[in-house]
């Protein structure tokens, strides 16, 4: 199979890359963008490795079989690095360590490629870092930078990058993957990958985990459990425990097994008091780590708040008499119900209950109290 296989519904986005892949000076830096879950890391990586592609025949590089397209889909290869913030944001330091890897020259292939992905995740002052070597890039270094959109990133980064927009791939097209490359059978497949609204990662973990499947049908359950505001603030702290849940589930395994690395690459005692050198790199660890659980934890409330926003879509199209299916089909007698008892105004009430709770916690705002203001907001 080709670099592309892993891309649904994105054919003019391969044709595309396709074209700069066969050329024989491709544009110096890149910018993919498109909604959560439409692959737009996946598409940079498998851009990177037609790029590096070993095919003499141009229009045959992205053959996927090769040892390059291998090794960079891998995420081995020596010529490309991915750049990735498990943070709130990148920082300076961060950008300048890449800006000086551009210089390096390609150890084996034609070109060196840097993925940034979230690149959305810059700061203005630490983008200019980078805009500089994006002016004036070495001639066999090529960027390539992800973001939701082009709004978010800076005009003047975006204006010296060729854009590749990609969509939400159709339902079909994300359950067929699902099959394929992660054996999942085809009901799961389509009902994942219908939930998940296209989102190919979430999709991925719900067809995976029964356990996550487990916590989206409680968020997705919660209104028909609304009576009053005693309900509204029990729902509101159960759904920052899940939340929190989620994120702790993801981190304390991988905390620990760096922790131990770390110590064992510094040969540390395996008892008594750490050096003042080994306990400066220990709290430098543990602070990374507690940026990134801070991170975790606001990645897992968004999307709580897109779980529950899919309820109210579901009522709404009911409401409005839509033909199109539903998101939670499956919840459709429990969605009818709610949707008589209520009107399309209210409705959209709600859903800007939800929108503006999705606001709030991009701030310093406590979680509980914004989750406890939204589902008083929900009845």
């Given at each position: 199979?080709?670099?592309w296989s892993d891309?649904?519904?994105?054919?003019?986005?391969?044709?595309?890359?396709?074209?700069?892949?066969?050329?024989?000076?491709?544009?110096?830096?890149?910018?993919?963008?498109?909604?959560?879950?439409?692959?737009?890391?996946?598409?940079?990586?498998?851009?990177?490795?037609?790029?590096?592609?070993?095919?003499?025949?141009?229009?045959?590089?992205?053959?996927?079989?090769?040892?390059?397209?291998?090794?960079?889909?891998?995420?081995?290869?020596?010529?490309?690095?991915?750049?990735?913030?498990?943070?709130?944001?990148?920082?300076?330091?961060?950008?300048?360590?890449?800006?000086?890897?551009?210089?390096?020259?390609?150890?084996?292939?034609?070109?060196?490629?840097?993925?940034?992905?979230?690149?959305?995740?810059?700061?203005?002052?630490?983008?200019?870092?980078?805009?500089?070597?994006?002016?004036?890039?070495?001639?066999?270094?090529?960027?390539?930078?992800?973001?939701?959109?082009?709004?978010?990133?800076?005009?003047?980064i975006r204006s010296?990058?060729?854009?590749?927009?990609?969509?939400?791939?159709?339902?079909?097209?994300?359950a067929e993957l699902?099959?394929?490359?992660?054996?999942?059978?085809?009901?799961?497949?389509?009902?994942?990958?219908?939930?998940?609204?296209?989102?190919?990662?979430?999709?991925?973990?719900?067809?995976?985990?029964?356990?996550?499947?487990?916590?989206?049908?409680?968020?997705?359950?919660?209104?028909?459990?609304?009576?009053?505001?005693?309900?509204?603030?029990?729902?509101?702290?159960?759904?920052?425990?899940?939340?929190?849940?989620?994120?702790?589930?993801?981190?304390?395994?991988?905390?620990?097994?760096?922790?131990?690395?770390?110590?064992?690459?510094?040969?540390?005692?395996?008892?008594?008091?750490?050096?003042?050198?080994?306990?400066?790199?220990?709290?430098?660890?543990?602070?990374?780590?507690?940026?990134?659980?801070?991170?975790?934890?606001?990645?897992?409330?968004?999307?709580?708040?897109?779980?529950?926003?899919?309820?109210?879509?579901?009522?709404?199209?009911?409401?409005?008499?839509?033909?199109?299916?539903?998101?939670?089909?499956?919840?459709?007698?429990?969605?009818?119900?709610?949707?008589?008892?209520?009107?399309?105004?209210?409705?959209?009430?709600?859903?800007?209950?939800?929108?503006?709770?999705?606001?709030?916690?991009?701030?310093?705002?406590?979680?509980?109290?914004?989750?406890?203001?939204?589902?008083?907001?929900?009845?």
């Amino acid at each position: 199979m080709s670099v592309w296989s892993d891309l649904p519904g994105q054919t003019a986005v391969v044709e595309q890359l396709n074209r700069a892949a066969a050329a024989e000076r491709p544009n110096h830096a890149w910018l993919f963008t498109g909604p959560p879950g439409s692959g737009r890391s996946n598409a940079a990586r498998s851009f990177a490795a037609a790029l590096l592609c070993e095919q003499p025949d141009p229009a045959a590089r992205g053959c996927g079989e090769c040892h390059a397209c291998h090794t960079v889909l891998g995420g081995t290869n020596a010529d490309v690095s991915a750049m990735v913030t498990e943070n709130v944001s990148f920082t300076i330091r961060e950008v300048r360590d890449w800006v000086t890897k551009a210089q390096d020259k390609p150890s084996s292939g034609r070109w060196r490629v840097i993925i940034i992905e979230d690149a959305d995740r810059m700061a203005e002052r630490t983008t200019n870092v980078l805009l500089k070597a994006i002016e004036e890039p070495p001639p066999r270094t090529i960027w390539l930078l992800c973001a939701p959109s082009p709004a978010d990133v800076l005009v003047t980064i975006r204006s010296r990058c060729r854009p590749v927009g990609l969509r939400i791939p159709p339902v079909g097209d994300v359950a067929e993957l699902l099959v394929r490359r992660d054996g999942a059978t085809p009901e799961l497949a389509e009902f994942a990958a219908r939930v998940s609204q296209s989102h190919i990662g979430v999709a991925r973990r719900l067809a995976a985990d029964e356990d996550a499947r487990s916590r989206r049908d409680t968020i997705v359950r919660l209104p028909l459990r609304l009576r009053g505001v005693s309900d509204a603030v029990m729902a509101a702290g159960e759904l920052v425990e899940i939340s929190n849940a989620d994120a702790a589930a993801a981190s304390e395994q991988r905390n620990a097994a760096e922790r131990e690395a770390l110590l064992y690459s510094l040969g540390a005692p395996e008892k008594g008091t750490l050096p003042p050198a080994m306990r400066s790199q220990l709290k430098q660890l543990e602070d990374e780590q507690k940026r990134r659980a801070k991170r975790s934890v606001s990645d897992s409330l968004d999307r709580v708040m897109i779980d529950l926003t899919t309820f109210y879509r579901d009522v709404l199209a009911l409401q409005l008499g839509a033909s199109s299916d539903l998101v939670n089909e499956y919840l459709r007698p429990e969605l009818t119900s709610y949707a008589e008892q209520s009107t399309p105004e209210k409705t959209l009430e709600r859903l800007d209950a939800i929108a503006q709770t999705r606001k709030r916690l991009s701030t310093n705002v406590a979680p509980v109290l914004a989750m406890e203001a939204m589902a008083v907001g929900l009845l």
